[in-house]
C-alpha cells in the first residue's frame, strides 16, 4: 500500500481557475446559446511576435539537419539566452546580475512551486492577501502549513491584508518571518511597489534574515517609469531576493512556455548546522536534477524577443493588452464601481457593488451578462468582497464585455 501525501487533503476544494472552469462549463451547458466573455484566468490572445515565430521557424529548420540538430541542452538554459535576459532585462537596467545567475525553465508556476523543495519547512512563510494562489497552495502540499479555516486561511503562514483600507501597500510583519512571497506589479490586485516600498521590504529583510521570493511576471506592463522592474534595481536586493520571470505575460508565451528565475550567488540561507549556504548551489542542483530544459525552439523565440525587431513588437502587444485594461478602468468607474489596478498591469481589481460577495458577483455577472470574472476571494480572505477582470483579450471582447456591464448588469 502507497501512503499518499495527507497535506493534499487540507487543500481547499480546487485550485481557482479550474473551479471557475467548472462553474463556466456549467453554465454554458444550461444555456447553450449564451456567447459567454472569459476575461477570468489571465490568458493571453494575440498571437506570438513575427520576429518570435521566424526565430522559432529557423529553430524548426536547424532541428532537421544532422549537422545543427540539438538534443539536451543546458538544464539552466542555453547561453545565448541566460546572457540575453542578463544583459537586456538587468544589466541594461543597472542590475548587478551575470548569465550564469539565470535559471530558464518552462513557468513561473512550477518555479514559485518548485522554489519550496530547496527551503527548510520551518521556516515562517509570510505574504500578501490576496495573494497568486501557487504560493499558498505549493506550501500547504509541501507540509509548511496547518488545516486551513473557514475563511481560507491555512494555520502556520502570515497572512498580510492588502486592502483598499491600506491603498495596497501591506505592512511590514510584525513578528519575524524567514521568507516573504512578494509580487509586483500585483496579481491579482494590479498595484505596484515603488523604490521606497521595495527598500523598506529589503530593509527589514536584512534586519530579519528573511528571504524575498519577488514574482515579476508582470513587469513589462509597468507604464510608470519611476517604478522598478526587478527588485535588483534597489541597492541589497541580491542579496535578499529570489526573483521570478516569465514570458507568458511579457511574450504572450502561455502556450508556448518559457520562464527565468534570477538567483543571485549572495542569497544565501541556514544549514541545520548553522552554516550559510547560497541557494544557487541548490536551485542549480534541484534544477539540473529534476528538469531537462526548455525547448530550444523555444528558447530561440524568447531571445527573439529582444532583438531590434522583437523589443517593439513585443512592446506594442502589451500596449494592446494595457489599452484594453484602459477601456475596462473608464467604464467600471463611469458605473460607480471603484476600481483599482490596471495602470500599471493586466488586471482590474474591483470592488463588488452592495457589498456582494466575490463569489456572488461571480454569478450575477455570468448569469446576467454571461461574462467571467474572476472572484476576489479566490485569492485569499482578504479578497473577499473584490473581484478581478483580466485585460487580456481581443479587442472586440472587451467591448462587448463593457456594454454588457453597461446594458445587462444590474448593479
Ligand atoms: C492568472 O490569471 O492569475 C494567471 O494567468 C495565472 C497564472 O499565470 O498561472
Known amino acids: 500500500m502507497a501512503y499518499i501525501n495527507d497535506n493534499y487533503l487540507k487543500l481547499k476544494a480546487g485550485y481557482l481557475f479550474p473551479e471557475i472552469g467548472r462553474r463556466y462549463r456549467a453554465f454554458a451547458a444550461a444555456n447553450p446559446s449564451a456567447k459567454i466573455i472569459r476575461c477570468g484566468i489571465g ?110 486561511e491555512y494555520a502556520g503562514l502570515v497572512y498580510l491584508p492588502t486592502t483598499a483600507e491600506n491603498n495596497f501597500t501591506p505592512e511590514l510583519p510584525t513578528r519575524r518571518v524567514d521568507v516573504i512571497y512578494l509580487c509586483y506589479p500585483n496579481n491579482p490586485t494590479g498595484a505596484v511597489a515603488t523604490r521606497e516600498t521595495l527598500a523598506k521590504w529589503i530593509a527589514y529583510a536584512k534586519a530579519n534574515d528573511t528571504l524575498i521570493l519577488y514574482d515579476a511576471a508582470y513587469y513589462a506592463y509597468i507604464t510608470d517609469p519611476a517604478i522598478p522592474h526587478s527588485i535588483y534595481e534597489l541597492p541589497g536586493g541580491r542579496d535578499v531576493a529570489i526573483e521570478f520571470r516569465s514570458y507568458s505575460k511579457t511574450a504572450g508565451f502561455t502556450g508556448t512556455r518559457c520562464a527565468y528565475t534570477v538567483v543571485p550567488k549572495s542569497v544565501t540561507g541556514k544549514a541545520a548546522d548553522g552554516s550559510r549556504v547560497d541557494f544557487h548551489r541548490l536551485w542549480n542542483r534541484r534544477h539540473t536534477t529534476k528538469f531537462n ?92 468582497g473584490y473581484f478581478r477582470i483580466s485585460a487580456f483579450n481581443s479587442r472586440a471582447n472587451v467591448e462587448e464585455a463593457m456594454n454588457r456591464f453597461r446594458t445587462r448588469l444590474k448593479i
Not at 77 to 98: N, T, V
Not at 117 to 136: C, S
Not at 354 to 376: C, I, M, Q, R, Y
Open 293 to 384: 530544459g526548455v525547448a530550444y525552439i523555444v528558447q530561440r523565440g524568447a531571445e527573439a524577443t529582444y532583438s531590434a525587431e522583437g523589443k517593439p513588437q513585443v512592446k506594442a502587444t502589451i500596449d494592446f493588452y494595457m489599452q484594453n485594461a484602459a477601456i475596462i478602468r473608464k467604464t467600471l468607474a463611469e458605473l460607480g464601481l471603484k476600481v483599482y489596478g490596471g495602470v500599471n498591469a493586466p488586471y482590474i481589481w474591483l470592488k463588488t457593488p452592495n457589498n456582494l460577495k466575490s463569489w456572488e458577483f461571480f454569478d450575477k455577472l455570468l448569469s446576467e451578462a454571461h461574462v467571467v470574472g474572476t472572484p476576489g476571494s479566490g485569492f485569499g480572505a482578504a479578497g473577499e
Open 43 to 152: 490568458d493571453v490572445t494575440e498571437p506570438l511576435a513575427p520576429a518570435v515565430i521566424t526565430a522559432m521557424q529557423k529553430a524548426v529548420g536547424e532541428m532537421a539537419s544532422r549537422e545543427t540538430f540539438k538534443g539536451y541542452g543546458d538544464e539552466q538554459g542555453c547561453d545565448f539566452l541566460r546572457e540575453a535576459i542578463a544583459k537586456h532585462d538587468y544589466q541594461s537596467r543597472g542590475c548587478d546580475i551575470a548569465a550564469d545567475e539565470v535559471f530558464v525553465s518552462d513557468g513561473s508556476k512550477c518555479d514559485t512551486g518548485n522554489i519550496l523543495d530547496i527551503l527548510g519547512h520551518n521556516n515562517v512563510i509570510a505574504m500578501t492577501d490576496p495573494v497568486y494562489p501557487v504560493y499558498v497552495d505549493t506550501n500547504v502540499m509541501a507540509g509548511n502549513t496547518g488545516a486551513s479555516n473557514d475563511k481560507g
